[in-house]
């Protein structure tokens, strides 16, 4: 069964870092797009980062210079490195592969940011 399993989310105060990891499992022939995304209370699900087949990147605006996303193929895993918190990055944190040619989500992981 392929799945795609979070980690590493919690509460920090602004300012602080975490690293978010979201590791594919499963029988995984191929990997293409991998992104994060973050649904704040009462807010729609909005996309964080982007990284694509060919390493290349995207960030949604609020998070450009503080945010970065990474993989690791041989891992099957991918980062997302967030720095400079802020209290309004407060979300689940959802991670999101296309894995053999279909699209898969995590289960989600809480951050907390407080001020």
């Known amino acids: 069964q392929v799945q795609l399993v979070e980690s590493g989310g919690g509460l920090v105060q602004a300012g602080g870092s975490l690293r978010l990891s979201c590791a594919a499992s499963?029988?995984?022939?191929?990997?293409?797009?991998m992104a994060w995304y973050r649904q704040a209370p009462g807010k729609e699900r909005e996309l964080v980062a982007v990284?694509?087949?060919?390493?290349?990147?995207k960030y949604a605006d609020s998070v450009k210079g503080r945010f970065t996303i990474s993989r690791d193929t041989a891992k099957n895993t991918v980062y997302l490195q967030m720095n400079s918190l802020k209290p309004e990055d407060t979300a689940v944190y959802f991670c999101?592969?296309?894995?053999?040619?279909?699209?898969?989500w995590g289960q989600g992981t809480q951050v907390t940011v407080s001020s």
């Open positions: 990284i694509i087949g060919g390493g290349g990147t």
């Open positions: 499963g029988s995984i022939f191929s990997i293409n797009d």
């Open positions: 999101y592969g296309v894995l053999n040619k279909y699209p898969y």
